[in-house]
């Protein structure tokens, strides 16, 4: 980004705007999946679509052959929309519509089971449908050493897993498509004990699925400033791949048809390749404390807020700059805690713009209709502005109520 191409957007969009990088996420998509398919070529993603949501990344992975992996009838109706076909799509999720449910297991598509509650409403499709072959998967929480107890996917030592595998066994249109589980820590060392715990639950069934799903949880690319806010390493796509790859490889060395082994990355893909522009609409000292306030939000940019600075670079397109010392970056709404950054050290002027990267990792989707609609999304990877979202309206958000 330039100062020039800066201000020709403002005058095309107006002083706060994400921008997106789809030839990044391309090379990330890329990168990820030669880095696991040279040590276990049966290999693909499933791209999370809750991580963020815009169509034309979806429609990037799509082309690319992979899956996409939603936990919503919204998010299916994204995938479809963006032209996914049913069978390559993947449902997870602790809540789960039953007509839509049906509707994608009879299309082809798979879900997988996560509660107690799902096992009759799979039982009741398998009745109604005894022409049709059902893709259903199990999700399976164990232990991974992460010091988390994961509230998704069944107990593997429970009666409940015990129920849902013998679906499998009752009724004969079930077709036991994958094992998946799902741990959020991304931490490196995580990662080893899902794949040895996938395979020797599959051992202690004597069955093996089409598909092993390791789910998500990695990290992505990141600048410095942003890795040294973390207390562990940030593994490089590499390093994932061989932490379990592997082990797959090994384990299916001598098998002839071997299962596919999948992941389902959001943030690893997506993360670095967005930013938001806003401007700096006043600078103010209050009680020794130097404030900028923006026409952005904690929420457009880290809406789960971490409490962690991205990385952050200023366009100086305002007056004359000042030199700061610990200023923060304060948002357009009324909450005390809306920060942006905290503590820069820098030149800064009223009518500057300042970009926050690595904000592809939920900003979209996760913010909230508060105060201000969300602003408009383009692409700048070929160098022009494709606008691949427009900025919210009133009518947009207020369409659904009564006056």
Same mark, same amino acid.
């Given at each position: 980004?330039?100062?020039?191409?800066?201000?020709?957007i403002?005058?095309?969009? *107006?002083d706060?705007?994400?921008?997106?990088?789809? &030839?990044?996420?391309?090379?990330?998509?890329?990168?990820?999946k030669?880095?696991?398919?040279?040590?276990?070529?049966?290999?693909?993603?499933?791209?999370?679509?809750?991580?963020?949501?815009?169509?034309?990344?979806c429609?990037?992975?799509?082309?690319?052959?992979?899956?996409?992996?939603v936990?919503?009838d919204?998010e299916?109706?994204?995938?479809?929309?963006?032209?996914?076909?049913?069978?390559?799509?993947?449902?997870?999720?602790?809540?789960?519509?039953?007509?839509?449910?049906?509707?994608?297991?009879?299309?082809?598509?798979?879900?997988d089971? %996560?509660?107690?509650y799902?096992?009759?409403?799979?039982?009741?499709?398998? +009745? &109604?449908?005894?022409?049709c072959?059902?893709?259903? *998967?199990?999700?399976?929480?164990?232990?991974?050493?992460?010091?988390?107890?994961?509230? !998704?996917?069944f107990?593997?030592?429970?009666?409940?897993?015990?129920?849902?595998?013998?679906? !499998?066994?009752?009724?004969?249109?079930?077709?036991?498509?994958?094992?998946?589980?799902?741990f959020?820590?991304r931490?490196?060392?995580?990662?080893?004990?899902?794949?040895? *715990?996938?395979?020797?639950?599959?051992?202690?069934?004597g069955i093996?699925?089409?598909?092993?799903?390791?789910?998500?949880g990695l990290?992505?690319?990141?600048?410095?400033?942003? &890795?040294?806010?973390?207390?562990?390493?940030i593994?490089?796509?590499?390093?994932?791949?061989?932490?379990?790859?592997?082990?797959?490889?090994?384990?299916?060395?001598?098998?002839?048809? @071997?299962?596919?082994l999948?992941?389902?990355?959001?943030?690893?893909?997506?993360? %670095?390749?967005?930013?938001?522009?806003?401007?700096?609409?006043?600078?103010?000292?209050? +009680?020794? &404390?130097?404030?900028?306030?923006?026409?952005?939000?904690?929420?457009?940019i880290?809406?789960?807020l971490?409490?962690?600075?991205?990385?952050?670079?200023?366009?100086?397109?305002?007056?004359?700059q @000042?030199?700061?010392?610990?200023l923060? !970056?304060?948002?357009?709404?009324?909450?005390?805690?809306?920060?942006?950054?905290?503590?820069?050290?820098?030149?800064?002027?009223? *009518?500057?713009?300042?970009?926050?990267g690595?904000?592809?990792s939920?900003?979209?989707?996760?913010?909230?209709?508060f105060?201000?609609?969300?602003?408009p999304?383009?692409?700048?990877?070929?160098?022009?502005?494709?606008?691949?979202?427009?900025?919210?309206?009133f009518?947009?958000l207020?369409?659904?109520?009564?006056?």
């Amino acid at each position: 980004m330039t100062e020039e191409m800066i201000k020709s957007i403002t005058e095309k969009i *107006g002083d706060a705007f994400y921008t997106l990088e789809s &030839k990044q996420f391309r090379a990330n998509y890329t990168e990820l999946k030669t880095e696991f398919e040279s040590i276990y070529p049966n290999f693909n993603i499933a791209y999370s679509y809750k991580t963020n949501y815009i169509p034309k990344l979806c429609k990037i992975v799509n082309e690319l052959g992979g899956f996409a992996e939603v936990v919503s009838d919204m998010e299916m109706d994204i995938a479809l929309r963006a032209g996914v076909k049913s069978q390559n799509i993947i449902w997870n999720g602790p809540v789960k519509n039953p007509e839509k449910v049906e509707q994608l297991l009879v299309a082809g598509g798979t879900v997988d089971i %996560d509660s107690a509650y799902e096992i009759e409403l799979i039982a009741e499709i398998a +009745r &109604k449908h005894t022409d049709c072959k059902l893709n259903v *998967g199990i999700r399976c929480n164990f232990d991974v050493n992460d010091g988390v107890v994961s509230r !998704f996917g069944f107990d593997t030592e429970s009666e409940d897993f015990l129920k849902a595998a013998a679906l !499998f066994e009752k009724y004969d249109n079930l077709h036991l498509m994958s094992m998946q589980c799902h741990f959020a820590t991304r931490r490196l060392d995580t990662w080893r004990p899902r794949a040895e *715990g996938m395979l020797a639950l599959i051992d202690r069934m004597g069955i093996v699925p089409e598909r092993i799903d390791l789910g998500g949880g990695l990290f992505g690319k990141m600048a410095d400033s942003l &890795k040294s806010q973390f207390d562990c390493e940030i593994p490089t796509y590499r390093q994932y791949a061989q932490a379990v790859a592997p082990i797959f490889a090994r384990r299916f060395k001598d098998t002839v048809k @071997k299962p596919m082994l999948l992941i389902e990355p959001g943030s690893a893909l997506v993360g %670095d390749c967005m930013h938001f522009i806003s401007k700096v609409v006043s600078i103010k000292e209050v +009680r020794g &404390k130097n404030i900028a306030t923006l026409l952005g939000s904690i929420y457009n940019i880290n809406p789960t807020l971490n409490k962690k600075n991205p990385p952050i670079k200023v366009y100086p397109m305002g007056g004359e700059q @000042k030199e700061y010392a610990d200023l923060d !970056f304060g948002g357009f709404t009324c909450i005390e805690s809306d920060y942006l950054y905290r503590h820069y050290n820098g030149k800064l002027a009223v *009518g500057d713009m300042v970009a926050f990267g690595n904000v592809g990792s939920y900003s979209v989707v996760l913010k909230p209709p508060f105060i201000l609609p969300n602003f408009p999304i383009i692409d700048i990877s070929d160098g022009g502005i494709e606008i691949v979202k427009r900025g919210e309206t009133f009518d947009d958000l207020f369409r659904t109520f009564e006056f």
